[in-house]
């Protein structure tokens, strides 16, 4: 997918790193690139590893978009996509002055979110996610883990108190899913919703289930 005119679009910074729940960053990008948005793809290198174990090999981040055309239909078309090295600090979103105006990370290990915690920035990943913070912008951080240990609920803690949003990956029923992927709907609609995109990724809840 050519970047296009990425200056005119708004841009967000997805990172998807090596914890199970592939399918929620998948839907997650789709969405955003059938509403125009540019995509700062960056995927660690457990994040490449689950693409690949939970999704196929098809799905593997050098065959990425057209995994995503298939899965989700041409509608992703409308937008671009940049994939960073997660090596490469030089990056532009390693940048405040780069106008990206929010970041996910899709799904978020235990390992990314202590580094977050603590402003390691050793990956761009990282990096990405330090420079959210820092300059007051949304950060939406997905963690999936279960049970989870003392270290990494005060690691959610200490992100929470940097100003991110904690948004764990935990579908809800009462819209009564069928199939993973309305699961991952809802979960993506989640992340579009903190990102300040409207969608219409799971209805409205009505006050009745299924309704
Ligand atoms: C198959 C598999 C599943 C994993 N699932 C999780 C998980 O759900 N949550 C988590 O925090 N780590 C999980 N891990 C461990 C992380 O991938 C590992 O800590 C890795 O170092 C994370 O690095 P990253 O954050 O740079 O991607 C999993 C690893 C493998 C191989």
């Given amino acids: 997918m050519a970047p296009g ?6 841009a967000i910074a997805i990172a998807i790193t090596g914890a199970s729940g592939a399918i929620y960053a998948t839907r997650t990008v789709a969405a955003l690139l059938e509403r125009g948005v540019h995509v700062e793809l960056i995927v660690s290198d457990y994040g490449r590893r689950l693409l690949r174990d939970e999704l196929g090999e098809q799905a593997s981040i050098d065959r990425f978009v057209p995994f995503l055309a298939d899965k ?7 937008g671009t996509v940049t994939i960073h090295s997660n090596r490469d600090l030089g990056a532009t979103v390693a940048s405040g002055s780069h106008g990206c105006s929010g970041m996910a990370i899709v799904p978020c ?56 949003m904690i948004l764990p990956a935990m579908p809800a029923f009462y819209q009564l899913p069928k199939t993973l992927d309305d699961l991952a709907d809802f979960m993506a609609g989640k992340i579009l919703a903190a990102l300040g995109f409207e969608h219409e990724l799971y209805p409205p809840w009505t006050g009745q289930v299924g309704a």
């Fill in 5 to 10: 005119n990425t200056e005119r679009r708004q």
């Fill in 72 to 78: 989700y239909g041409a509608g992703v078309h409308a």
């Fill in 109 to 164: 290990s235990m390992k990314t979110l202590a580094a977050v915690a603590h402003g390691l920035s050793r990956s761009l990943a990282e990096r990405a996610a330090d420079v959210m913070l820092k300059e007051q912008r949304r950060l939406v951080i997905v963690p999936r883990e279960t049970p989870m240990s003392l270290p990494q609920l005060k690691n959610m803690v200490l992100c929470a108190e940097a100003g991110a």
